[in-house]
T-cell receptor, first 112, second 113 residues
Framework: GQNIDQPTEMTATEGAIVQINCTYQ??????LFWYQQHAGEAPTFLSY??LDGLEEKGRFSSFLSRSKGYSYLLLKELQMKDSASYLC?????????????WGLGTSLAVNP | DAGITQSPRHKVTETGTPVTLRCHQT?????MYWYRQDPGHGLRLIHY???????DKGEVSDGYSVSRSKTEDFLLTLESATSSQTSVYFC????????????FGPGTRLTVL
C-alpha cells in the first residue's frame, strides 16, 4: 500500500536546529513535498525533492533518500514563527490526476 | 498567491440543510481539489476535478457532490449536512504545468449543529 509516516509532535528551542523526519511508501516515486501550516491557516508549499540529497532554501533544507524511502526537513536558527504543523506529501501514481498522499503532519512547538 | 478564493469563509448551519461551498480561481488552472481537514485525520481528499465537467471521487466522498461548469469555479455541495461534516474545507489547485505541487485556498470553517 501507499503510506506516509511522520512524528506527531516535536518541541524545540528558539535559535536551535530541528529535523522533522518522514518515511514513505508509494507505488512509484515522483517526488516528495513539504508544506507548512500555521494554526488556523492553509498549508503553504515549502519544498519539493525528486533527486537524492539535500536542497537548501534559506533557513529551511529538505533531504531525500529514495533508496530508503526517507526524507527530512531541517529548520535552522529556529524562530517563534516556525511553530506550525509540517506536512509531508507524495504524488499518487494512479493515472494522470495529480493527487497527493498526505502525512498527518508534525506539530512543531518552538519555545523561547 | 495562486489566486484562489473560497466562500464563505465561515458557516454555521443545521443538520439536514444543504450547503454549497465555492472555490474560485483566476488563473485558468486545470486541476482542482476539495479536501477536509480534521484533527487526527490530516488532509483527506473529497473530490477532485481535472477539467470542466470532469470530476472524480476521493477517499471520503460519501455525502458530498461537486460540480465544475466553468474552469474557474469548483463547487462542493453537502446535500444534507450532518454533524460529522463539521470540518475545515480546503480547495487546492495544481498549476497547468508539469508539476504535482498543490496550492491551497484560505479554507472554509463549517460547523453543522
Amino acid at each position: 500500500g501507499q503510506n506516509i509516516d511522520q512524528p506527531t509532535e516535536m518541541t524545540a528551542t528558539e535559535g536551535a536546529i530541528v529535523q522533522i523526519n518522514c518515511t514513505y511508501q508509494t507505488s512509484g516515486f515522483n517526488g516528495l513535498f513539504w508544506y507548512q501550516q500555521h494554526a488556523g491557516e492553509a498549508p503553504t508549499f515549502l519544498s519539493y525533492n525528486v533527486l537524492d540529497g539535500l536542497e537548501e532554501k534559506g533557513r529551511f533544507s529538505s533531504f531525500l533518500s529514495r533508496s530508503k524511502g526517507y526524507s527530512y526537513l531541517l529548520l535552522k536558527e529556529l524562530q517563534m514563527k516556525d511553530s506550525a504543523s509540517y506536512l509531508c506529501a507524495a504524488p499518487l501514481n494512479a493515472g494522470n490526476n495529480r493527487k497527493l498522499i498526505w502525512g498527518l503532519g508534525t506539530s512543531l512547538a518552538v519555545n523561547p | 498567491d495562486a489566486g484562489i478564493t473560497q466562500s464563505p469563509r465561515h458557516k454555521v448551519t443545521e443538520t439536514g440543510t444543504p450547503v454549497t461551498l465555492r472555490c474560485h480561481q483566476t488563473e485558468n488552472h486545470r486541476y482542482m481539489y476539495w479536501y477536509r481537514q480534521d484533527p487526527g485525520h490530516g488532509l483527506r481528499l473529497i473530490h477532485y476535478s481535472y477539467g470542466v465537467k470532469d470530476t472524480d471521487k476521493g477517499e471520503v466522498s460519501d455525502g458530498y457532490s461537486v460540480s465544475r461548469s466553468k474552469t474557474e469555479d469548483f463547487l462542493l455541495t453537502l446535500e444534507s449536512a450532518t454533524s460529522s461534516q463539521t470540518s475545515v474545507y480546503f480547495c487546492a489547485i495544481t498549476p497547468s504545468t508539469n508539476t504535482d505541487t498543490q496550492y491551497f485556498g484560505p479554507g472554509t470553517r463549517l460547523t453543522v449543529l
